[in-house]
């Protein structure tokens, strides 16, 4: 009975028992929160749009690189309740904080860059968002459009999506779908002048 008691009191202590203070186990994750939002909003938009396998394997690489950072010399149940706690925590805060203050949320989500305009691509937003015109149109592409012709505006929201607008028909394909309708129209007709007559 001794033993159990022992071995039970043993599992437990090494579960719960936290080597570091409560104090420096909130700190610690709302630090690291801060830290990255900051460094995801100096080094863009295209690691949250995760355009290529290298922007997934950094958003991927990055948690495992901050671990340690957040909980420390610490594998016990109360420190991770605790960090997910901190991490939670600092997370609704910021979240209450964007939604009374419009003017910090622009400050700290962005703004958000056009990347084409009237079908025309801009080559200086490409260039200060790292992206190629080939990134580009495999966006494009996979929201169902062939090419820049059919695309009026594309914009690159702060939180990594895309939103493209789709261009009006042109003259041209207007005038066109309008002369197929009339031909329509008219070989209708000429298909009923032709009943007409053969009937006696």
Known sequence: MDFSYTTLHTILDHMFQMPLPVLEK?????????????????FGKRELAQ???FDLVV??????TVQNAIIGDDNSVSGGVIGAFGLLAINWLVARTLY????LTKLLGGQPTVLIRNSKVDEKALKNESLTIEELMDV???????GLHQVKNCTLEPNGTFYIEAADPSLDERRHSELLQKLETLGQE????RKAAEQP
């Open 190 to 193: 000429l298909a009923v002048l």
């Open 26 to 42: 909130l700190a610690r994750p709302v630090i690291v929160y801060l830290v990255l939002v900051v460094l995801l909003r100096l």
């Open 100 to 103: 009374r203050s419009p003017r």
């Open 59 to 64: 958003l991927l690489s990055l948690s495992n």
């Open 140 to 146: 494009l592409h996979k929201q169902g459009f062939e």
């Open 51 to 53: 355009l290529n396998p």
